[in-house]
């Protein structure tokens, strides 16, 4: 079996736990040697859509739905990481945090770029959402990406760049997006759905983590994976301290009815016995939340301090060998190149996903054929926007808003998006925001190629009118009008061969550009 070493050319750091001197690497807490060093990760996963619309989850609406506001996990997590200096959080989300971003104040802003620099808040995957790697282009998955990251690079520098990949709950994975991401300088990359006879095989044979070869080409899509443990990347059974779950907290006064540290403490650490049965390093990591968590960051952080505090305690008064830390995945990367070791590799997908038995996430791949073929055709509206904005030299607003397309083209690539398996009036609000998108790239790409033909010493063309309803073979001007220039964009460089349908009521003829006949059948 093929083996490869990971190296990420950091500076190695002291072997102590030590106060955190920047973002990054520099960051992370080291864990202790000779101990089982278990990586609390705190995060919060928050679907661009599902249940409810994008904005519902934002601001918490229709809440008789799903329990879910995206602004009150951002405000009460920013208090929580001020209020101690050892907490960490990860948030993923970008199309979140720059709704939440826009409306802060200068201090908050302050406050929060203090975080990102100190490593406390980290970013990972830094796209505009979580994208399906089944349904979505690759030319989309860019997009979002870049969105997102741009947002992050413009906000906060170096700081705010993601060093791994966060896709836990895509469904199945594959070999393409490692490369992507392995491309885009990631890295390692983090995931929980794999097939479950896989997941079984893995754990038995303590390969959850290997390098992923995403290019066959050459080593430059090769990446760390990691497969988390589970349960998907939620909390281990019973340590669900958040408001949404009803696992019981830590009472730790003995004074007091119900007192239960060493009860939870030993269910704790059962559950890291148990999994770092099925890893290879001293080091594990636990995720320590899940859908929309945190939205009372103060009820997560202060049960998990106890549970640290406790389970740490053992070490003076047992010798207990289990050290919790709060890291990041990132961190929990850091800390595994540190072991120097060697891993097994892949080379192919994790497609088709099971759970169980007779249980294959397969549907998604054809589901909502409609709302597929609209991202589609408002992906190719975008790239040609894209284009010829460039060429023009035209700036959003002066004569239309490539941004709302871009926007509404990263939201449709989330894992409940293009994949359809949100609610039928969460799909409806994708439509729309697409639709809008698109009706405003299309003004832009008029005066796009109006001024591009002014430049070039032709005549200033009439405004156009685009045939957006070709699907359901309707065309105002072409089934109404007498005398026509049609215009047809190739964005790609090379030449196409493709045919042109367009709805008519009467015959035409058709002239090229030279005023040669075109021969066309109807």
């Given at each position: ?14 072997l ?33 859509g599902?249940?409810?619309?994008v ?23 920013v ?46 995957n ?23 990251l ?39 990359l ?15 044979d303590k390969t ?95 049960n ?23 890291s ?26 099971a759970?169980?038995?007779h ?48 926007r ?36 832009l ?34 089934e ?25 009521f ?7 550009f ?9």
């Open positions: 079996m093929k083996l490869l070493t990971i190296y990420l050319g950091i500076i190695e750091l002291m102590f736990p030590r106060l955190s001197i920047g973002c990054g690497y520099e960051s992370c807490n080291p864990g202790l040697p000779g101990m089982i060093n278990v990586h609390l990760v705190a995060h919060s996963h928050d679907d661009v599902w249940l409810k619309t904005d519902q989850y934002y601001y918490g609406a229709n809440n008789s739905i799903q329990d879910a506001g995206v602004q009150y996990i951002l405000d009460t997590v208090d929580q990481l001020e209020a101690d200096s050892k907490r960490k959080f990860t948030f993923v989300e970008v199309a979140y945090f720059w709704r939440w971003w826009k409306v802060q104040t200068s201090l908050k802003r302050s406050k929060v770029r203090h975080l990102v620099e100190e490593g406390r808040l980290e970013f990972a830094g796209g505009w959402v979580m994208n399906d790697e089944a349904a979505s282009h690759y030319t989309a998955i860019i997009d979002q990406m870049t969105l997102g741009s947002m992050l690079n413009d906000t906060f520098g170096e700081c705010g760049i993601p060093k791994v990949a966060w896709h836990v709950d895509p469904f199945g994975h594959s070999r393409e997006q490692a490369s992507l991401f392995a491309k885009m300088g990631f890295d390692g983090y995931f929980a759905r794999i097939d479950y006879h896989d997941k079984l095989k893995r754990d038995a959850l983590e290997m390098i992923w070869e995403g290019d066959r080409s050459g080593d430059a899509g090769d990446l760390f994976t990691s497969v988390l443990y589970g349960p998907l990347y939620g909390e281990p059974a019973g340590f669900c301290f958040d408001e949404l779950c009803r696992d019981p907290p830590i009472q730790d006064d003995p004074q007091l009815d119900g007192y239960n540290v060493d009860e939870r403490v030993e269910a704790f650490r059962r559950h890291i016995e148990e999994q770092h049965s099925h890893y290879t390093t001293d080091h594990i990591m636990f995720t320590m939340g899940g859908d929309f968590q945190y939205q009372n960051a103060l009820q997560m952080y202060k998990m301090d106890k549970l640290m505090f406790y389970m740490n305690n053992l070490q003076i008064t047992n010798g207990s060998r289990i050290n919790l830390i709060y990041t995945p990132s961190c929990y990367l850091f800390a595994l190149n540190r072991e120097n070791k060697t891993w097994t590799t892949k080379n192919d997908d994790f497609f088709p996903y759970d169980s038995k249980s294959y996430w397969t549907g998604y791949y054809s589901s909502r054929p409609a709302f597929k073929g609209l991202v589609r055709t408002s992906n190719n509206v975008l790239q040609a926007c894209k284009q010829l904005q460039a060429l023009s030299g035209l700036q959003d607003n002066d004569a239309g808003d490539s941004m709302k397309l871009r509404a083209m990263a939201v449709a690539q989330h894992h409940d998006a293009v994949t359809g398996t949100a609610k039928q009036h969460v799909d409806d609000d994708y439509r729309k925001r697409l639709s809008r998108g698109v009706a405003d790239c299309q003004r790409i008029d005066k796009s190629v109006s001024r591009l033909s002014r430049k070039t010493g032709h005549i200033t063309p009439p405004v156009a009118q685009f045939c957006s309803y070709l699907n359901v073979s309707v065309c105002p001007i072409t109404s009008g007498d005398n026509l220039t049609i215009t047809i964009f190739n964005p790609l460089e090379s030449i196409q061969l493709r045919v042109i349908r367009l709805p008519v009467h015959s035409y003829g058709i002239l090229d030279k005023g040669d006949k075109v021969k066309f059948d109807v």
